[in-house]
C-alpha cells in the first residue's frame, strides 16, 4: 500500500531528512585518507542522537550492526563500516538513516578520495546527474516507470551498468514503503505519481557490468567483475504536482568546499 502524507507528516519528514543531510555533512569534513570506517560510524551515531534522532539502520532486519551503510570501490550498497582504513583513490559512498518524530529520512552521497582516477570520477559524476534525471520526472501524473527510464537511459548512454537487484522505495514512518522505485523501466509503466508521496530515489551505478553479490558478511553488495560502483539519494516529495527535495548535500558541498 502507498501512504499519502500530509503536508504536516512531510515538513516531520523534511526534519528527519535534514538530519541526515547535517550527518552527512559531518562525515563529509571526517572523510579521508587514514580514517577507520568504525570510527566514522561511532562519530555518526553519536551525531545523530545529540539531535535527538535514532539510526535507522542500526539493529535494521535483526542484524546490521552500524548506523551507516559506508560501501568502498566495488562495494554497491550496504557496506559495514569496520576496521578497513581509507585509501587514497578510494570512491566512497556513505549512506544514513535518521527516524525523528516517528518518520525516517534516508539519503546518501558517494565521497571521491584523493586522487580518484578520472574516469572513476566520471562515473560518480554521472550517477549524481541521474538522480537529477529522476528527480525531474517525479511528477504529478508521470509513473514510477518514468524515473527509472530516466536513470537508465542516462547511465547506459555513458556506457555503465544500472543495478537490478536493489531499488529504491517509499519512505514514511517505515524505512521501506511502497512503491519500489527501480533505476530502470520503460516510459508509463508502474504506479502513478501522486501529490503526498514520499520517496527514495537511489540510484546504484556501476562502472562495468550491472551484476552484483552478496559479501560473505551477508550485508555488503558488490560488482561481480570488481568494478568500481556509486551510489546517490534523495528525499523527495510531491507537493502540487512537483517534485520537492526533503533532503539537501548543501552540508557536504559545506564540508568539502564545493561551490553550488
Keep these: 500500500m502507498i501512504y499519502i502524507k500530509t503536508r504536516e507528516e512531510i515538513e516531520l519528514m523534511r526534519e528527519s531528512a535534514l538530519c541526515v543531510s547535517k550527518t552527512l555533512g559531518m562525515i563529509a569534513g571526517e572523510l579521508k585518507e587514514g580514517v577507520e570506517l568504525a570510527k566514522l560510524d561511532k562519530m555518526a551515531e553519536e551525531f545523530i542522537r545529540d539531535m535527538g534522532g535514532i539510526p535507522s539502520f542500526k539493529g535494521y532486519g535483526g542484524t546490521y550492526p552500524a548506523s551507516l551503510c559506508v560501501s568502498v570501490n566495488e562495494a554497491v550498497v550496504h557496506g559495514i563500516p569496520g576496521k578497513y582504513i581509507v585509501k587514497d583513490g578510494d570512491v566512497v559512498s556513505v549512506d544514513c538513516g535518521v527516524k525523528k518524530n516517528g518518520f525516517h529520512g534516508d539519503h546518501a552521497y558517494t565521497f571521491c578520495i584523493g586522487n580518484v582516477k578520472p574516469e572513476v570520477r566520471?562515473?560518480?559524476?554521472?550517477?549524481?546527474?541521474?538522480?537529477?534525471l529522476g528527480i525531474e520526472q517525479t511528477r504529478l501524473n508521470n509513473r514510477i516507470g518514468d524515473i527509472g527510464?530516466?536513470?537508465?537511459q542516462h547511465a547506459e548512454k555513458n556506457g555503465y551498468g544500472v543495478v537490478r537487484e536493489l531499488v529504491g522505495h517509499g519512505l514514511g514512518r517505515d524505512l521501506h514503503e511502497d512503491p519500489q522505485v527501480p533505476n530502470y523501466g520503460r516510459k508509463g509503466t508502474g504506479p502513478k505519481l501522486r501529490d503526498g508521496m514520499v520517496i527514495a530515489i537511489e540510484p546504484m551505478i556501476n562502472m562495468g557490468k550491472k551484476d552484483v553479490k552478496q559479501a560473505q558478511d551477508g550485508w555488503t553488495i558488490i560488482t561481480k567483475d570488481g568494478m568500481p560502483s556509486a551510489h546517490f539519494e534523495h528525499d523527495v516529495a510531491i507537493i502540487d504536482g512537483k517534485p520537492e527535495i526533503l533532503s539537501t548535500f548543501d552540508y557536504v558541498y559545506e564540508a568539502l568546499g564545493i561551490k553550488k
Excluded: G, H, R
Design 122 to 132: 566520471k562515473m560518480v559524476d554521472v550517477t549524481k546527474e541521474c538522480l537529477y
Design 149 to 152: 527510464f530516466a536513470i537508465q
